[in-house]
């Protein structure tokens, strides 16, 4: 007869219960609502899609889902965002760059 620990079934339940807090604090941004909406607050009130506009045509919004786009990551889309910032003097804060990943992500993105 094999002997079995009782320290097994304990030692997986922590194992899995720290994969789980992996998981939730991995959780993307844009899954928080209230990031999102303060996101498109700013890009509406920083008049990206003016910007935009002037670049692609239309109303500003078909620079996110042309199939020519330059964002084909998350990584570049921050980097994006962190470059209009820059180069347009928006003085935002790191987490309002943020929330305009979350916001960009969740509407036109989704990576």
């Given amino acids: 007869?094999?002997?079995?620990?009782?320290?097994?079934?304990?030692?997986?339940?922590?194992?899995?219960?720290?994969?789980?807090?992996?998981?939730?604090?991995?959780?993307?941004?844009?899954?928080?609502?209230?990031?999102i909406e303060s996101g498109?607050?700013?890009?509406?009130?920083?008049?990206?899609?003016?910007c935009h506009a002037k670049k692609a045509g239309g109303d500003g919004t078909g620079i996110y889902t042309r199939a020519d786009r330059k964002v084909s990551t998350l990584a570049k889309l921050t980097a994006q965002v962190a470059r209009c910032n820059s180069e347009l003097n928006l003085s935002l804060f790191p987490e309002d760059e943020a929330a305009i990943v979350a916001y960009l992500n969740k509407t036109y993105y989704k990576f």
Avoid: I, Y
């Fill in 40 to 50: 498109r607050k700013f890009v509406k009130d920083t008049r990206c899609e003016d």
């Fill in 1 to 35: 007869m094999v002997k079995t620990s009782r320290a097994v079934p304990v030692l997986a339940s922590l194992a899995c219960l720290g994969a789980m807090t992996s998981l939730a604090a991995s959780l993307p941004a844009w899954a928080n609502p209230a990031e």
